[in-house]
């Protein structure tokens, strides 16, 4: 069982950034692919980004160009690198891994079977 815990939110001002980390035990972390989603109040979980277990990476078109993906296998920690925040990024943020070996179907929660507990991202106006 795979167990993955956020850590990172906080409250930002437009234009700040944050770097978001996920922890994960439980699993031989460099076999899995990694995401990233957020969901914002009343609205639907939104696909952030995802990186391969070979390190390919897929970014929603929301934040394309201001947030990056990365990963340390000896540290069993995915990041996310949030750049250039608006305050429409506020959201809760989720890391997610898909069952061991599959690089596929990354862009959908639907493909993911373990989540993390979220971590709250603030920005301000």
């Known amino acids: 069982q795979v167990q993955l815990v956020e850590s990172g939110g906080g409250l930002v001002q437009a234009g700040g950034s944050l770097r978001l980390s996920c922890a994960a035990s439980?699993?031989?972390?460099?076999?899995?692919?990694m995401g990233w989603f957020r969901q914002a109040p009343g609205k639907e979980r939104e696909f952030v980004a995802a990186i391969t277990w070979i390190g390919g990476t897929y970014y929603g078109d929301s934040v394309k160009g201001r947030l990056t993906i990365s990963r340390d296998n000896a540290k069993n920690t995915v990041y996310l690198q949030m750049n250039s925040l608006k305050p429409e990024d506020t959201a809760v943020y989720y890391c997610?891994?898909?069952?061991?070996?599959?690089?596929?179907?990354?862009?959908?929660?639907?493909?993911?079977?373990?989540w993390g507990q979220g971590t709250q991202v603030t920005v301000s106006s």
């Open positions: 439980g699993g031989t972390f460099s076999r899995y692919a």
């Open positions: 997610a891994a898909p069952r061991a070996g599959i690089n596929y179907g990354l862009v959908h929660s639907s493909g993911y079977t373990y």
